[in-house]
């Protein structure tokens, strides 16, 4: 009998995954929907993705980059 539950078990969790995949695929979509009418009036997408990366950052990770950002430029004279 555990077999058939273990087995049911896992039946509903892949297609709990498959559910959530078709769900994340949906919103990929909207989100590249998002940033085509962003392009559309006007907006660099390539900076908008930089700048949400950066917004997911927690403040001494953006501290630190900065400061390696500063850095390098420095040591290449575009300071």
Do not use: C, N, P, W
Not at 27 to 41: F, L, P, R
Not at 54 to 79: C, F, I, N, S, V
């Amino acid at each position: 009998m555990s077999d058939s539950i273990s087995a049911e078990q896992l039946r509903l969790l892949i297609e709990r995954i498959e559910r959530l995949e078709e769900e994340k695929k949906g919103i990929a979509d909207d989100i590249k929907d998002v940033y085509g009418e962003a392009k559309a009036t006007g907006f660099d997408t390539k900076t908008m993705r930089a700048i949400i990366r950066l917004r997911k950052m927690e403040k001494h990770q953006l501290d630190e980059q900065d400061a390696l950002l500063d850095t390098y430029r420095a040591a290449l004279g575009m300071a």
